[in-house]
């Protein structure tokens, strides 16, 4: 049943919204009132600030029984049904994902992880617990339960180092018959090993003994030649000037005093350098006048006639 005195106490609920608001401005038009319970009322006004599109100014007002008198019993401003929300919050420890962890970042200790299990547990007698320390190698205090191993073995072998990878499928031979592989002890070394190929993209990775890639041991893929040599760079727009070099010969006459016979060795002066040449190749052969013709060679000469 509607309660006529709270419904009408809007303007009380208005000032109200806008003693609230940081701007006047803010509080924009009124929305309704909900009756939350007998004589309860909560008037609603659109709410105008930005960053919070779709939230209500909420002023909830009532009064006693048979009282007249409105009281503001709270004011706030809630989402509304358009009102963009956050996601739920998640404890840190759960909002946690693989890779999340950086360096110098500290995992909180969980003392009922179900994936780990005691290791030992002390007896008191120390000749009892050097044996299980030093011979049985008990000196964790926790280690993998079924449930860790299992969930261990279920993350790497359907991950990128299992057998349905890309380049496990692309392979022609499995990790199990690689020399490159190390196994590994326990229950999980029946079905994965660790990568020693430095050339393989799994080196140093857990891998299961049926994946594979491209590294194994045994590939028979044929040695590839050495690159042929390229041919010579020629750069025919460059020009190498080189300066020619002329050396004057002096030609000495026959019949000089001082003439160098035939055999002698003479010194040329060629700058830059000091060459012998023979006297041969020095001198000149006399030259016959030249012969006009055949015919005037033959024909008789005329004797002049004598006065």
């Not at 040599?229 to 190498?240: F, H, L, M, S």
């Not at 060795?265 to 001198?283: R, S």
């Amino acid at each position: 049943m509607a309660d006529a005195v709270l419904d009408k106490a809007v303007d009380l609920a208005r000032e109200v919204a806008v003693e609230l608001a940081e701007d006047p401005a803010d509080v924009g038009d009124y929305l309704g009132a909900v009756e939350e319970a007998d004589r309860l009322v909560s008037h609603r006004f659109a709410n105008l600030a930005r960053g919070y599109h779709g939230w209500e100014w909420t002023v909830t007002v009532a009064r006693v029984p048979r009282g007249r008198t409105v009281t503001v019993s709270e004011a706030a401003l809630l989402p509304g049904r358009e009102a963009v929300l956050a996601k739920a919050w998640v404890p840190w420890a759960e909002r946690l994902r693989p890779g999340d962890i950086g360096p110098g970042d500290v995992l909180p200790f969980r003392p009922d992880d179900p994936r780990l299990v005691p290791g030992w547990r002390p007896s008191g007698d120390a000749e009892v617990d050097a044996v299980a320390i030093d011979e049985l190698a008990l000196a964790r205090e926790r280690i993998l339960s079924p449930e860790g191993r299992e969930e261990a073995a279920q993350r790497w072998y359907r991950g990128s180092r299992g057998p349905t990878s890309a380049g496990s499928l692309a392979s022609e031979a499995a990790c199990a018959t690689c020399g490159f592989l190390v196994p590994l002890q326990g229950p999980l070394g029946q079905v994965f090993g660790v990568c020693a190929n430095e050339w393989s993209p799994d080196d140093g990775k857990v891998v299961s003994l049926d994946h594979g890639c491209g590294a194994h041991s045994q590939t028979e893929v044929a040695a590839v030649t050495e690159w042929p040599a390229p041919d010579p760079i020629v750069d025919d727009e460059a020009v190498e000037i080189v300066e020619a070099h002329v050396a004057a010969v002096e030609v000495v006459p026959e019949g000089a005093a001082d003439a160098p016979s035939a055999g002698d060795v003479v010194d040329v002066d060629v700058p830059g350098d000091e060459i012998d040449v023979p006297v041969e190749d020095l001198t000149e052969t006399a030259e016959e006048p030249p012969v006009e013709s055949l015919a005037e060679a033959d024909e008789p000469r005329e004797e002049p006639a004598e006065p």
